[in-house]
């Protein structure tokens, strides 16, 4: 397979005859019609011909052997993913072409690619080529070919995809322009993460310009909406003593934010911690260890100044190259956000390609599965899956909280029972002091005085010790 650069005057039958193929051959290579007119600076693959082989032996050049393998690894309704094997010989490739139904639509020097320009209805056949970096050409592929149709058929990612009944995320940043929040409603996104800021090098938390604008954007539809921070690990800009600093400033910023929109608290969703390196750094010259403790210092200290529990987002090869392991990870009772993408499925279980569980966490409250989705009309987006709304928001406030046969030193309470998925029990308090957590929507409590009012508060608290609002009731004490 060769590759040629259309001149003034080339046209296929001239090109044809310059490489010893036949005119269909390009053709069909480039999906052209018969009449085609071509253009100067049009690139065109050439398939292997008499000529282009003598050339090859002439310079003592070799063409590296065609990819192996070639298979539709998943498909969507938004994307198709192709992965494929290397040939066996020892001819160094610098990367593939990937043709779709015999025009070219990409290349890439991975052995994976994505292609999400794809229509409901339609059917394509895939073929890959190889080349060195003197961009001489192999011969192609197997072909595979895919429908793209609703029915749900094979479904890769069985239980992550369009018809797992799970809800569709998305999340957003500074990358990401204004947006049309309809748009993104109508198409069944449920919930929506803001990236609320980040820390520059010794400067500290540094505030995400368009986040304002996203949220008002994401209120005015009703969506759901939470925040994420991502500090600056660096050993350059390591200090244990001002996580706590940095929880306080994130915490006052969402606060603000949600201010503006008209609601009190710290989003809808629970607020989250991104570890992940810095963009384009792998290496943050920190361990394992001094990043696990500083993520503590800051998710208890939010804790403590917010009520709120953090959810912590990373994903399995952060954790692999950092050497953190389930011994060591002081985070693996918070909720995760697990970013695991489908395009690279090293991390995938086989058995129905949902991530795998590592550092000691047992699963996942949220799996970033993509970063090449399609919502509202808008490529190229963050789109995530979540189980349910309740391991993300805290508990609902308990309701018709009831005081009763409040006499002789004792009263019943009782309440109606939350029904989230991962409520744990309920904090009851006295008079501001906690004296209970019950699993039960009741409790008898005794040891009151006669003739005295007391003020009972009750909240329901989920499995990762998020806590509801308050509910609040005055009970006197009779004879």
């Excluded at 990236?195 to 310009?209: H, I, Q």
């Excluded at 969703?269 to 943050?284: A, M, N, R, T, Y």
């Excluded at 008079?431 to 409790?443: A, E, L, M, R």
């Amino acid at each position: 397979m060769g590759v040629h650069l259309v001149k003034s005057g080339d046209t296929v039958w001239s090109i044809a005859n310059k490489y010893g193929v036949s005119p269909q051959s390009i053709i069909e290579a480039n999906g052209l019609l018969n009449s085609v007119q071509l253009f100067k600076d049009w690139t065109l693959f050439v398939p292997l011909g008499k000529k282009d082989r003598m050339v090859r032996e002439n310079e003592n050049r070799a063409a590296p052997g065609s990819p192996r393998s070639l298979s539709v690894q998943r498909n969507t309704l938004i994307s198709v993913v192709l992965f494929w094997e290397p040939a066996y010989d020892n001819v160094q490739v610098s990367g593939y072409y990937i043709l779709r139904n015999n025009i070219p639509i990409g290349s890439t020097p991975n052995r994976v690619f994505v292609d999400t320009n794809i229509k409901i209805g339609q059917t394509y056949e895939y073929k890959v080529t190889a080349y060195t970096s003197d961009k001489i050409f192999s011969g192609y592929s197997n072909s595979a070919k895919v429908s793209i149709t609703t029915s749900t058929g094979i479904i890769y990612w069985s239980k992550a995809n369009q018809y797992s009944g799970y809800l569709k995320g998305m999340d957003v940043s500074f990358y990401t322009p204004e947006l049309n929040w309809n748009k993104i409603k109508n198409d069944e996104v449920k919930f929506v993460y803001v990236r609320a800021g980040g820390s520059v090098l010794n400067s500290g938390y540094t505030p995400d310009f368009m986040a304002q604008k996203h949220t008002l954007g994401i209120k005015s539809v009703g969506l759901q909406v939470g925040f994420y921070y991502i500090p600056y690990w660096s050993n350059l800009d390591y200090n244990l003593d001002r996580a706590n600093v940095e929880a306080e400033k994130y915490a006052d910023h969402i606060f603000s934010i949600m201010k503006k929109v008209g609601i009190i608290g710290y989003g809808d969703l629970l607020p989250v911690l991104d570890i992940e390196p810095p963009l384009g750094q792998i290496d943050s010259g920190l361990t394992g260890k001094q990043i696990v403790d500083w993520a503590k210092v800051f998710c208890d200290h939010f804790k403590l100044y917010t009520g709120r529990t953090i959810m912590i987002y990373t994903n399995r090869s952060f954790w692999s190259e950092w050497q953190v392991t389930a011994e060591i990870n002081k985070l693996k009772n918070l909720p995760l956000w697990n970013a695991e993408f489908y395009e690279f499925s090293n991390y995938l279980k086989f058995s129905d390609d949902t991530p795998m569980s590592f550092g000691g966490w047992s699963g996942w409250n949220i799996w970033q599965f993509t970063q090449s989705a399609i919502i509202g009309g808008y490529t190229n987006m963050d789109q995530n899956w979540c189980p349910s709304l309740d391991l993300i928001m805290p508990p609902a406030k308990p309701i018709n909280l009831n005081g009763f046969n409040a006499s002789k030193g004792t009263v019943n309470l009782s309440w109606n029972r939350n029904t989230e998925i991962d409520i744990k029990g309920y904090n009851v308090y006295k008079d501001g002091v906690w004296i209970s957590t019950n699993i039960n929507n009741f409790i008898t409590i005794a040891n009151l005085k006669v003739g005295r009012t007391y003020i009972f508060k009750v909240q329901a608290l989920d499995i990762f010790n998020d806590v509801s609002s308050t509910a609040v009731i005055n009970v006197y004490i009779s004879k």
